[in-house]
């Protein structure tokens, strides 16, 4: 606001206290409504990167074993710390490193990378399955649950032919229902 000041010819830009207080007022009123919504949106998305990462890995697991003409072995750790390897010669343990690999590299997807997701469960016995070479087929269908910290979850679909996809029962995630 401009104002003159008494006894000199030139104006002075300035705030009064009630103009700052209310500028400050506005600003918490923003950032308390902002925030939630942005760390809802963050959470999301940290969701929707664990579940599309684990959904290409299994793509890819299924056309590597039809490539290989070999089966690769999926292999999940769940809880906070989870992890789910692929393997071309036998069972791993993701937790172990460089216990999964196909082809002498390290194929595992960390939960380290996606912070307040959880692989909560999986449907296959003993977390383990994978892909048999002919057709690419399924050795148990099954699903990992995944979820968010904001409540919502997304499964990663393994059919008995093999076909990876993925679902969510939880709003606005954008997949079919499971």
């Known amino acids: 606001m401009r104002r003159e000041t008494p006894g000199h010819g030139h104006s002075v830009c300035g705030f009064t206290v009630i103009e700052l207080a209310v500028t400050v007022v506005v600003l918490v009123i923003?950032?308390?409504?902002?925030?939630?919504?942005?760390?809802?949106?963050?959470?999301?998305?940290?969701?929707?990167?664990?579940?599309?990462?684990?959904?290409?890995?299994?793509?890819?697991?299924?056309?590597?074993?039809?490539?290989?003409?070999?089966?690769?072995q999926v292999d999940a750790a769940v809880g906070t710390a989870w992890c789910v390897g692929f393997d071309d010669t036998a069972a791993c343990?993701?937790?172990?490193?460089?216990?999964?690999?196909?082809?002498?590299?390290?194929?595992?997807?960390?939960?380290?990378?996606?912070?307040?997701?959880?692989?909560?469960?999986?449907?296959?016995?003993?977390?383990?399955?994978?892909?048999?070479?002919?057709?690419?087929?399924?050795?148990?269908?099954?699903?990992f649950l995944l979820q968010g910290g904001n409540g919502a979850?997304?499964?990663?679909?393994?059919?008995?032919l093999g076909r990876v996809s993925l679902c969510s029962d939880s709003p606005g995630m954008g997949f079919p229902s499971c």
């Open 30 to 72: 923003v950032v308390t409504v902002g925030v939630p919504t942005f760390m809802s949106m963050v959470q999301k998305h940290r969701l929707l990167g664990a579940a599309e990462i684990l959904y290409a890995e299994c793509q890819w697991a299924r056309s590597e074993a039809i490539k290989q003409n070999r089966s690769i």
């Open 153 to 160: 979850e997304v499964e990663v679909v393994l059919s008995a």
């Open 93 to 143: 343990d993701c937790r172990i490193a460089n216990d999964c690999q196909v082809r002498d590299v390290e194929r595992v997807v960390r939960g380290t990378a996606f912070r307040g997701v959880v692989l909560a469960n999986t449907t296959f016995t003993d977390d383990r399955t994978g892909f048999i070479p002919r057709n690419g087929t399924a050795f148990e269908p099954g699903a």
